[in-house]
């Protein structure tokens, strides 16, 4: 069987291109979906037929546990997974499937066994006493959206779905008081770098590691593949720039009035549209070109051109960007990050100019959509592109390594599944 469903892996590996290296990788991926689900065809057959008979075994888990070497829960699992989604005789002669559109996605290869898991999760929660077609409803709208979203999309459409069905739930949670005053100790280094240090109370210190935990988890591996690399210092510190972030973008804030960071940028002016050389940020450090382009997409900036030579040319006055309308606006309309499978609300986005603004881009609402620091910076350094459909929304265009037909894609966390 191994060598029908799975290709000739190239002698010398190192030599693929990376296209080739994602092809093998999704086609791989599809291939143990398929293989996945035709297991559990075989499974459901055994517990149908029941594996005492058989194999001498109590259930089909037992049995399957030894031959694979699996633990037993694990084991279980596996055919809990596959009795829900093949035909299983009921009471009365009956034979019927609980997730019927889930096992044709998962039969396709479209989606593995995290996302049978999720959708199986939700349909279970669904009252008993409801008609059989809300279950099959959810049933379809879950998995056609497991095709091509992540498990976050799934349980935020799964949440919606069973509000709808089942409006009773939990109360929100009340939001957590403000901070209580900190000190902090802030020096710069010779090298550009700043040193923070401090000395908290008890309660300010355990509600300064709290914010830092919240906001420095580990991002999940999302439906890309992308995983989360960055080390624990590495995370408390960008953790640290998304609560400066969320003071910066704050009405009350002195000096922003709403806007994000202000910021000189001494940068050629060839530079700055390139994306490549270096900056002096602030009159501190250099920054590369292309960080300082990443930065002017939503901030204050006061552009500083430089000759050929290195002569100040021109100090340029303060220039908006994107004003607190216009802010507003993307607020109601992306609902937040606007990539794919993206959570994040609007406190934590920027607004990135589609069109760069060194290039000539306008700053109005069909030029602009919000993304978060990690997506933002993904945008301006990968393979993704983003643009404004004909409806007024974002949609993203994935590498060809990831969609060889580039499908447009949106987010539809922000949004209620109808």
């Known amino acids: 069987m191994s060598e029908t469903l799975i290709p000739e892996l190239p002698q010398e590996l190192w030599r693929a291109g990376k296209l080739e290296l994602a092809h093998g990788v999704t086609h791989l991926v599809q291939v143990m979906r398929v293989a996945s689900a035709a297991l559990g065809k075989y499974l459901a057959e055994i517990e149908t037929r029941g594996a005492e008979d058989l194999y001498g075994h109590g259930s089909a888990a037992s049995w399957f546990a030894e031959i694979a070497r699996f633990s037993p829960s694990d084991a279980r699992e596996t055919v809990n997974r596959a009795l829900a989604l093949n035909p299983v005789p009921e009471v009365g002669g009956a034979v019927t499937v609980f997730a ?23 349909l279970r929660k669904i009252p008993t006493d409801l008609p059989a077609g809300e279950r099959e409803g959810a049933d379809k709208i879950l998995a056609d959206l497991a095709r091509h979203a992540g498990p976050k999309e799934i349980a935020q459409a799964g949440a919606d779905l069973l509000a709808h069905l089942d409006p009773d739930g939990n109360e929100p949670r009340d ?56 080390t624990m210092p590495q995370r408390y510190g960008d953790a640290w720039a998304d609560v400066l972030d969320l003071a910066a973008a704050c009405p009350d804030q002195p000096g922003t ?13 060839d530079a700055l549209k390139t994306g490549l050389g270096t900056a002096c940020l602030d009159f501190v450090g250099k920054i590369t070109a292309r960080e300082a ?53 609007p406190k934590h986005c920027h607004a990135h100019h589609i069109q760069h603004w060194a290039d000539g881009g306008p700053t109005d609402l069909r030029n602009l959509v919000l993304l978060c620091s990690y997506h933002h910076r993904l945008i301006h350094h990968g393979d993704w592109t983003v643009r404004i459909a004909g409806d007024g929304l974002p949609e993203f265009v994935p590498p060809q390594y990831l969609d060889p037909l580039r499908h447009p894609r949106r987010n539809v966390l922000h949004r209620v599944v109808t």
């Open 100 to 122: 019927p559109a889930t096992a044709a996605a998962a039969e396709d290869g479209a989606i593995g066994d995290q996302h049978i898991d999720l959708i199986l999760e939700i």
């Open 175 to 230: 939001p957590d008081p403000a901070p209580p005053r900190r000190e902090v100790f802030v020096e710069r280094r010779k090298d550009g770098f700043w040193k923070l240090s401090g000395l908290l109370d008890p309660e300010t210190g355990a509600r300064t590691a709290a914010i830092l935990d919240a906001y420095g988890a580990k991002r999940p591996v999302d439906e890309f593949g992308q995983a989360d690399h960055r």
């Open 257 to 269: 009035s709403g806007y994000r960071t202000l910021v000189h940028v001494t940068v050629g002016l």
């Open 293 to 345: 382009r990443l930065m002017a997409c939503d901030c204050l900036m006061i552009p500083v051109a430089l000759s050929a030579a290195g002569e100040p040319l021109d100090v340029g006055r303060m220039r908006r960007f994107v004003t607190p309308g216009q802010r507003r606006a993307l607020n109601i309309r992306d609902g937040g990050c606007a990539f794919p499978g993206c959570h994040r609300a």
